[in-house]
């Protein structure tokens, strides 16, 4: 079917003559209200909060593949409202109980003219944002159809300072960029907006399924629009009805906290689908990752191949005396050599090289009490993946093993398609819901940027989508910047768990003089706290932590959390992060800074009332600098109130991360 569909026409008369009169939906508190009416013909939206106008007349509605001319008049033939206020509990997160509280309206649009097609925009409407969706119902006038272009709007009247990703950089792995909204070319969401007076905005998206990832390009003075990751044929989406779009999301923030821990992403997406999630626990791990990418050792099979019987077993042993609950092996399998990437057929996920007995590492582990993180690196290449995943994960869930962290390593999917468009969001679904059957929880690598789907299938556990720390490994410039993990948090953490892999504690680097971590080993624990992942990882060496004091800080924090608080943060400079175990009535919290030192109060109000609290201090020493000497910690003990406040100190790039028991 070829046509373009525009919302057109005067939509106020038809709602007039269909007897209804409000095209409008507020938040429960009244503040934020989201309007559709009708501007030039062309039906738009505009979102208010109080008495400022956040959105104004913005386009909504599509292109579709073929004829360019625009449909004649649609009216308004129905509206419909709802309304939900619940809490519901997350089998893991930063915080157990989710409330979902939000107004909705359904409008109900259809063209005059033959052929009457009919489209639905549902809207809801929270007390920190809102989000929308489109849905085109089953109906005679529309069957098969694909999308050209989506033209959703978010038309702004001022040019705000923003924080984004650049789309053409691969998997996500970029910096955050500040600019106004009019200097941006093509971002990923999240797409965070500083609006002045301690306000933030944030455009991402919920519930990418069987879709196009959404991206955002300035089209004139402050307007943004929805750019979707096309096909190779250029086309955006095939559908055919019935048929929804993911929800077009904006948190609408009184400040940095309510940024970070708004739950709007997560409660447009779907309840959780599987009944038992007694095998999906979050846990810290350890592995045969860090020195492969410090050229200590090698994936591919050979004299210093680091994937052998005796390595991983040292390393499992070191799980298990130390509380670990996993143990990473990368470059076990059959078929990593040095064209990998241009031959990823050779992989095979059920098959070792002869210097690891895959099923006495299993079982050794199995009686260790420790889980293995299976590694299938496919290289992108998703049919020769999906014409085995059966047969291993099968193997794998035979020795009660429930974890695996697979890895998109190429441009594009299957040699052809980009890794967030239809077909890419589509293949890893289809991994994803194969992994429930079996009991496998997936660390994805390589992802489409997370939409909350973690919530419908919780063994979606973690995504790397981020410049991570293997970058500070070999990266020739010089490695991660002191910066990068305080704007994390405010653009790629809105979207979901990051598998950063921090926890260095050895800052040498004699195979690549070139590049280093750029922290000090207080930041690097801090980081357990700030960035949030079910699993983390202690991702050197275990030599580099056996009789170091710290390494009790990674052995303590957990990776899941009763409820957590951003305490204060200042994108791109510094964030301070307090969270509650989600088993204990301990407390923990992390404080980074940028490439300035920084000398930072931090008042502890958020401590149960009238209890003492020992705070075990993990702080950088005073000699401490990311360059020169990052080593340089400290450990303190005091004892502490919610009436207290704590002085920290922290070095260029530095940090402090503190734990408080319950006295």
Not at 143 to 149: Q, Y
Not at 230 to 257: C, E, H, L
Not at 446 to 467: C, D, F, K, Q, S
Not at 640 to 652: G, P
Request: aromatic fraction near 14%.
């Amino acid at each position: 079917m070829k046509f373009k569909f525009i919302f057109s026409v005067a939509a106020i008369s038809c709602i007039l003559a269909t007897g209804c009169c409000n095209t409008s939906v507020s938040s429960p508190d009244g503040n934020i209200n989201f309007t559709v009416k009708t501007q030039e013909g062309k039906a738009v939206y505009t979102v208010k909060d109080g008495n400022q106008t956040i959105i104004s007349n913005s386009a909504l509605g599509f292109i579709f593949k073929g004829e360019e001319a625009e449909l004649g008049a649609v009216e308004i033939c129905r509206i419909s409202t709802d309304s939900k206020d619940e809490t519901w509990e997350q089998v893991w997160g930063e915080e157990r109980f989710v409330r979902n509280n939000y107004n909705e309206m359904t409008v109900r649009m259809k063209e005059t003219a033959e052929p009457g097609r009919i489209i639905d925009l549902t809207v809801r409407v929270f007390d920190d944002g809102f989000g929308f969706r489109y849905s085109f119902p089953d109906q005679e006038a529309l069957k098969e159809f694909a999308i050209a272009e989506e033209l959703t709007e978010f038309r702004f009247s001022k040019d705000y300072m923003s924080w984004w990703l650049d789309q053409s950089v691969p998997y996500y792995e970029d910096y955050g960029h500040n600019t106004p909204i009019s200097q941006i070319d093509t971002a990923h969401t999240p797409f965070t907006i500083e609006a002045g007076e301690g306000r933030y905005f944030a455009i991402h998206e919920a519930n990418l399924t069987d879709y196009a990832k959404m991206n955002l390009v300035n089209t004139e003075d402050y307007c943004l629009r929805a750019w979707l990751t096309p096909w190779s044929d250029g086309t955006k989406v095939y559908a055919s009805t019935p048929f929804q779009t993911p929800w077009r999301t904006m948190i609408i923030a009184d400040d940095i906290n309510e940024l970070a821990m708004s739950r709007i992403m997560l409660n447009l997406n779907e309840p959780n689908r599987i009944e038992d999630t007694s095998w999906i626990r979050p846990g810290k791990y350890i592995g045969i990752w860090w020195t492969l990418h410090k050229d200590y050792y090698t994936w591919y099979y050979g004299p210093r191949h680091g994937a052998t019987t005796e390595h991983t077993m040292r390393y499992i042993d070191f799980a298990a005396e130390n509380g670990m609950s996993a143990v990473l092996v990368e470059g076990w399998n059959i078929g990593w050599d040095g064209n990998w990437m241009k031959n990823s057929t050779g992989f095979d996920f059920t098959k070792a090289y002869p210097d690891y007995d895959f099923d006495k590492v299993m079982k050794y582990a199995a009686s260790k009490g420790v889980q293995m993180v299976i590694h299938n690196e496919y290289a992108a290449n998703t049919d020769h993946y999906l014409s085995q995943i059966d047969e291993a994960y099968k193997l794998y869930s035979s020795y009660d093993m429930h974890y695996v962290k697979t890895g998109n390593v190429n441009v594009l999917m299957d040699g052809k398609e980009a890794h967030d468009g239809q077909y890419g969001v589509n293949r890893r679904r289809k991994i994803v819901e194969t992994a429930a059957k079996y009991r496998i929880c997936i660390d994805e690598h390589e992802p489409a940027m997370p939409t909350g789907i973690h919530r419908t299938w919780p063994n979606l556990m973690t995504y790397e989508g981020v410049r991570g720390q293997e970058h500070d490994a070999w990266e020739p410039d010089g490695g991660n910047r002191p910066d990068h993990m305080t704007v994390c948090p405010f653009i790629r953490g809105l979207a979901g768990p990051m598998d950063y892999t921090f926890g260095t504690f050895d800052f040498s680097n004699p195979n690549y003089p070139f590049c280093r971590v750029r922290t000090t080993l207080a930041k690097q624990l801090a980081q357990y706290v700030v960035i949030y992942s079910p699993l983390q990882m202690a991702s050197d060496d275990p030599k580099a932590y056996e009789g170091v004091k710290a390494f009790d800080f990674i052995k303590d924090v957990p990776c899941d959390w009763h409820e957590s608080r951003v305490i204060d943060a200042v994108i791109g400079d510094y964030t301070i992060t307090a969270r509650r175990d989600r088993n204990s009535e301990d407390w923990y919290l992390g404080a980074i800074t940028d490439e300035n030192a920084r000398e930072l109060n931090v008042a502890l109000s958020f401590l149960e009332p009238g209890t003492e609290y020992i705070a075990q201090i993990y702080s950088d020493g005073p000699d401490a600098d990311y360059e020169s000497n990052p080593e340089s910690y400290s450990y303190s003990e005091m004892t502490v109130d919610q009436n207290d406040t704590l002085h920290m100190k922290l070095a260029t790039s530095g940090g402090c991360a503190v734990r408080f028991v319950k006295k």
